[in-house]
């Protein structure tokens, strides 16, 4: 896969993208990522990206101009279509099933802005897939695009390398981990359940599927419904 990700913060987003998993998997060839700052589109001297609204109010407007050069360059340099992507607080809510969705593509443009807003005509011109992570205020889409870069890209082929396959992970069977302990036995006076060193491994695998159960319906009951998880169906 190639992603593209277009940001005014590029230093930002570029060292996640070359660290832990995300950059292993850059190494491993299972994908390629390219950070382009959209200020290098921007004209005149003051290499402006963003203006005041039309019509009066608070905040700057990211202009059409220098994005959609951005994007037309970017584009050009891959014979691959790409699905575009804006992060916005006004998108589709990000879910494992749209994780899936994407790691299917075979090239991804990740748009991240950093304004109080787009000007609308690069969503009627772009007509990109609009996405939100949740229901918070963050200051800008930078920590979105990583958000969504790294679900993506730890389901690609190869990406986790030896270790578990992420369909065995946690949101993948609809429920939430269950308790893990390690060294040593005791920790002060907190005792390992016995089941966990009998050596049992069907008990151990009953144990760990019933605490699951329990600790889910417990704390994300929204969850036994489980149209969040997994690959669409
Ligand atoms: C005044 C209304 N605000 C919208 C809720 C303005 C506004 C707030 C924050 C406009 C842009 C932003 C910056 N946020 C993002 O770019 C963003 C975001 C987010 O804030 N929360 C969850 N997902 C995302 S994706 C991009």
Known sequence: MRIDVLTLFPEVMTPFFTSSIVGRAQTAG????????????????HQKVDDRPFGGGPGMVMMCGPL???????????????????????????TQSLAHELAGQSRLLVICGHYEGFDERIRLGLKPREISIGDYVLSGGEVAGMVVVDAVVRL????LGDEASPLEESFSDGLLEYPQYTRPREFRGL??????????????EQWRQAEAIRRTQERRPDLMKPEDSGPAR
């Not at 005792?191 to 151990?204: D, F, T």
């Open 191 to 204: 005792q390992v359940p016995e089941v966990l060193l009998s050596g049992n491994h069907a008990q151990i």
């Open 156 to 159: 690609l082929p190869g990406a």
């Open 30 to 45: 299972v994908v390629e990522i390219r950070c382009t700052n959209i200020r290098d589109f921007a004209k005149g001297v």
């Open 68 to 94: 959609f050069d951005a994007v037309e360059a970017v584009e050009a340099s891959d014979s691959r279509p790409a699905t575009r992507i804006l992060l916005t607080p006004q998108g589709e809510r990000f």
